[in-house]
């Protein structure tokens, strides 16, 4: 899976919190270089099959993304992941079921043993499942003011079975939930306003499709937006983007600005006194969402004045709601999260969690000192997740919380395997987790199993493992509940593209969507194929359909397809220009961290920072869009 990008320095360490202990602060994001084309000709690597660590690859010269020379010797035939055992067998040929080790089995200590890849099946297969141990849901003290908020993934260590501690409730254990676990192997709207893209689970997730195929897919430039003067050298975040049937909305720096859908004209600009920390994944039915920034503008001597501004905007009429703040003692509180849900605003920390309307900006909860355990971040849509905290560090209990939006009471419960230390809400509505249990994923991606919850009984449905050496999909669950990227949730299953591998031409590379049943955890053996020197993204839910950017070749735009729910059969929607100067702002707005939105026959693409760090002298954008000519 593809390293996430780090946070942008907004974070600064916080003290005087309520009852846990605080997490790590984090060091100062850069932005992330940019990369050449994705299938501009290479050799293949000489070691490791599919799957297999990569030597740094080196930038092409003679521009970016021009072709690289063929080795002067053929390569070596890899041995591994992927490439013929004895006897013979192709890609994705399926594979006798070989025994596995599972988590828990004697090892290293500390470390889960990893099962040789010639004993798994390929992609697109029925994978063998493993039993899991039951798990207890249970409800947590309520208290007349609920705490709510921060936190993600990055896990700990893999304990399965046993009693799980819970501060509000004694010292009674608990126990696991049987579900079946899957062997990740190769192989609503909701009132939803497209907000914050990059791949994700956003869209309609239920219904009837809304994309239609155009007579041309062909698409032009609709309008590029220059990228914000920064000085001093410092790195400003400008995350946060959403799309309505009447304005494109995007975070620059201390601003969000409402853009005309064809034209790119400012229809309006909200003005702050400091960066934007974090833009929701959501908006209502009437475009209304919330933001987080901060109250200065950050300088060299202080890099971050932290998150503690929470307001409300209209998407519509470009209009701040309100600005709310809440304190933690005598200090306001720097929150990592915000989402929103129905009509409640909420925001996270590892102070713990508040809730305000999102029309009033009227407080809901807020959090209490008495609290043992805490709300560390929310994820929102549908549904309103809560991912609590409780316990020290090494001794960590989560708690996975569906709650009632309006007063935070816990509708119901999951309590996951007590070591693990953070995790990330991929959807609300079903209810999938993403963790890296015992720290294994080893590529920080923040993933390397997603667990299916019953929203209904809080009780565990299946587990999935998905390695990290061969899924392209990423959470950052450290300070984020609700940052996860490339995959999506909907009919019932998990979308994740594989890494890439290489394609059926000469040096070309290519990549596939496959689903996972969440009821079994099994792959269903739907497989879309990117096609050589493609990538396939999926970006988020159409009714029964799945919305994918296809990153292009070197040559190449990129494209947007529909994937159909049930078939798998592709249907083109749009194909960008392959004008070399196009092309090059696009491949800058690279899917694993810039904000994509795809609605309605336009593309919207965007960068997630501003900065004169690494400067070309050429002319950079914040925003580029598509649309049909």
Not at 209 to 233: G, Y
Not at 301 to 309: D, F, H
Not at 458 to 463: A, M, S, V
Not at 544 to 570: C, H, M, T, W
Request: hydrophobic share 25%; charged share 20%.
């Amino acid at each position: 899976m593809t390293t996430p990008p780090p946070p942008p320095p907004n974070q600064p360490p916080q003290g005087g919190g309520f009852g846990p202990p605080q997490d790590e602060p984090q060091q100062p994001a850069q932005p992330p270089a940019q990369q050449p084309g994705f299938g501009a000709p290479q050799p293949p690597a000489p070691q490791g099959g599919f799957g297999a660590p990569q030597s740094p690859q080196t930038p092409p010269q003679g521009g970016f993304g021009a072709p690289q020379q063929p080795p002067s010797q053929p390569p070596t035939p890899p041995q591994g992941y992927g490439y013929p055992q004895t006897p013979p067998q192709g890609y994705g040929y399926p594979q006798a079921p070989q025994p596995q080790q599972g988590y828990g089995y004697p090892g290293q200590p500390g470390q889960p043993p990893t099962p040789p890849y010639g004993q798994q099946p390929g992609y697109g297969y029925p994978q063998p499942t493993m039993p899991m141990q039951p798990q207890a849901g249970g409800a947590r003290k309520i208290n007349s003011q609920l705490v709510i908020i921060v936190a993600a993934v990055a896990a700990i260590a893999l304990i399965i079975g046993g009693g799980v501690w819970y501060a509000s409730s004694s010292d009674e254990g608990g126990k696991d939930d049987t579900a079946s676990s899957s062997g990740g192997t190769g192989g609503d709207k909701g009132g939803d306003s497209g907000g914050t893209g990059g791949g994700g689970t956003g869209g309609t997730q239920s219904g009837k499709a809304t994309e239609k195929a155009p007579a041309d897919p062909k698409s032009e430039v609709l309008f590029q937006v220059p990228a914000p003067e920064v000085k001093e050298d410092r790195t400003i975040p400008t995350v946060g983007s959403w799309v309505t049937d009447k304005v494109y909305a995007k975070s620059g720096v201390a601003e969000v600005v409402g853009y005309d859908l064809d034209k790119g004209t400012k229809l309006w600009t909200i003005e702050l006194p400091g960066p934007v920390c974090q833009g929701s994944n959501h908006a209502t039915e009437d475009n209304r969402t919330a933001i987080t920034y901060q109250p200065k503008m950050p300088t060299k001597a202080t890099p971050s004045y932290g998150c503690s501004q929470v307001a409300g905007i209209d998407l519509d009429t470009g209009k701040k709601l309100w600005t709310k703040t809440v304190e933690s003692g005598t200090e306001p509180i720097s929150f990592d999260n915000v989402t929103v849900s129905a009509s409640t605003v909420a925001v996270g920390s590892t102070s713990g969690g508040a809730a305000f309307d999102i029309a009033t900006g009227d407080q809901l909860w807020a959090p209490k000192p008495t609290d043992t355990c805490y709300d560390a971040g929310y994820a929102g849509g549908p549904k309103l997740v809560a991912v609590r905290k409780c316990g020290g560090y090494g001794e960590r209990q989560l708690n996975i919380q569906t709650i009632d939006p309006k007063s935070g009471k816990v509708i119901t419960e999951y309590k996951m395997t007590k070591g693990i230390e953070y995790a990330s809400v991929v959807s609300t509505e079903p209810l999938v987790v993403a963790a890296d249990v015992g720290d294994s994923a080893g590529d920080g991606s923040g993933i390397s199993d997603f667990f299916s919850i019953d929203n209904k009984t809080g009780k565990l449905l299946t587990r999935i493992s998905a390695p990290g050496e061969q899924y392209n999909a990423s959470c950052d669950g450290i300070t984020k509940v609700e940052e996860c990227r490339s995959l999506a949730v909907g009919n019932g299953k998990l979308y994740l593209p594989t890494e890439k591998h290489e394609g059926t031409g000469e040096y070309s590379d290519t990549n596939e969507i496959v689903a996972f049943d969440l009821a079994t955890g099994k792959q269903t053996g739907q497989r879309a194929d990117a096609g050589d020197d493609y990538e396939l993204v999926p970006l988020r839910m159409d009714g029964p359909n799945l919305i994918a950017y296809k990153r292009g070749p070197y040559d190449k735009g990129g494209q947007v397809v529909s994937i159909d729910g049930g078939s798998f059969k592709e249907t083109k929607l749009m194909e960008n220009p392959a004008d070399e100067a196009v092309m090059d702002v696009e491949r800058s707005m690279l899917p694993d961290y810039a904000e994509i939105l795809y609605t309605q026959g336009r593309l919207f693409m965007s960068d997630v920072f501003a900065s004169e760090l690494g400067s070309t002298g050429e002319e950079e954008y914040l925003v580029i869009a598509f649309g049909a000519k």
